[in-house]
């Protein structure tokens, strides 16, 4: 997952963070990632770049950010079934943190249902608020 979120920005990131979630038949996977001591969403990575002198631009088209979320996906499918196969309880929720330059994963899993069981709450709303946790804490 961490290499093809890197792939994305083409080995230009800082930090990336990934957002995995299964809950009853939903996968859901998000990235977003700090380039520059920036903070940005995937469909935002320019602004990135937009405050330096560097010419570079990402391609954030919208194939490009599909064939990620796709890929992602299918390795959620795959952690999953790995976890079924190993009679291993599904991460209702798995939070990511790649230091590229470091090469160190840090992970957070949950167990527990998140937001199925809540009308008002949906994965997106727990993705923002990560964001916004990782953006505030600097």
Avoid at 108 to 137: G, H, M, R, T, V
């Amino acid at each position: 997952m961490a290499a093809v979120c890197l792939e994305l920005v083409e080995n230009r990131a800082d930090d990336i963070y990934i957002y995995c979630s299964y809950e009853p038949e939903m996968y859901v996977f998000d990235v977003f990632y700090r380039i520059n001591e920036c903070l940005v969403l995937k469909h935002h990575l320019n602004h990135a770049v937009r405050e330096t002198k560097d010419s570079f631009t990402y391609d954030t088209s919208e194939e490009r950010q599909e064939a990620v979320l796709d890929i992602g996906l299918k390795d959620l499918e795959d952690i999953h079934a790995l976890c079924k196969e190993h009679g291993r309880d599904m991460p209702t929720e798995m939070k990511l943190h790649y230091h590229v330059k470091q090469n160190s994963l840090k992970a957070q899993y949950k167990y527990d249902l998140i937001y199925s069981e809540n009308e008002e709450l949906l994965p997106d709303d727990i993705f923002d608020a990560w964001f916004d946790e990782i953006k505030k804490s600097g």
